[in-house]
T-cell receptor, first 120, second 112 residues
């Protein structure tokens, strides 16, 4: 259980184009989804937190007009990188949270497989 | 100073060795501690979580939390080449996982 998918798994695009990445929770409903960016050999950097039906909360330094997040349903969130540039090339990972549950089982984030974006 | 510190490695061990992966943190309010495993070019996979101090065992993996020292560990017994990955610690103040703080990850290589 708790499977999260992302599509596409990789994308190459020209500078100036927009790219949409989908994140789906396949076997559960996720009230909250998260978007991270990861550069080579570095840890995850949280970009934004997305709650179904409301506007995303962006981390400091993340441009909300450049990284558009839509969380239309409890199983789907999308990240659109608008007017992508080479410096946006990175590994984008989403996660969806489940819980918390009784017995000190915390709300747990389950991650998607990631989308590798290369902007030429 | 980062809130969560983790030695980036790489840590190279022979197959069958006991591996010790560690994180230190500065926020004494952290109560929930998690370990994720991330294979190259893949998303992180939750391995274990622990609440407060103490040990938790799951197969070859043991998670240990010492809140007095602000130090957590993940031990891997009888390490296998398939354990080669980056291991990320993560922690939060409460059981609402929307405020996870990640360590930088330790790259582990288990050589056959």
């Amino acid at each position: 259980g708790a499977v999260v998918s992302q599509h596409p798994s990789w994308v190459i695009c020209k500078s100036g184009t927009s790219v949409k990445i989908e994140c789906r929770s396949l076997d559960f409903q996720a009230t909250t989804m998260f978007w991270y960016r990861q550069f080579p050999k570095q840890s995850l950097m949280l970009m934004a937190t997305s709650n179904e039906g409301s506007k995303a909360t962006y981390e400091q330094g993340v441009e909300k007009d450049k990284f558009l997040i839509n969380h239309a349903s409890l199983t789907l969130s999308t990240l659109t990188v608008t007017s992508a540039h080479p410096e946006d090339s990175s590994f984008y990972i989403c996660s969806a949270s489940v819980g918390p549950h009784e017995g000190n089982i915390p709300e747990t984030q389950y991650f998607g497989p990631g989308t590798r974006l290369l902007v030429l | 100073q980062k809130e969560v510190e983790q030695d980036p490695g790489p840590l190279s061990v022979p197959e069958g060795a006991i591996v010790s992966l560690n994180c230190t943190y500065s926020n004494s309010a952290f109560q929930y501690f998690m370990w994720y495993r991330q294979y190259s070019r893949k998303g992180p996979e939750l391995l274990m979580y622990t609440y407060s101090s103490g040990n938790k065992e799951d197969g070859r993996f043991t998670a240990q939390v010492d809140k007095s020292s602000k130090y957590i560990s993940l031990f891997i017994r009888d390490s296998q080449p398939s354990d080669s990955a980056t291991y990320l610690c993560a922690m939060s103040e409460d059981n609402a996982g929307n405020m996870l703080t990640f360590g930088g990850g330790t790259r582990l290589m288990v050589k056959p």
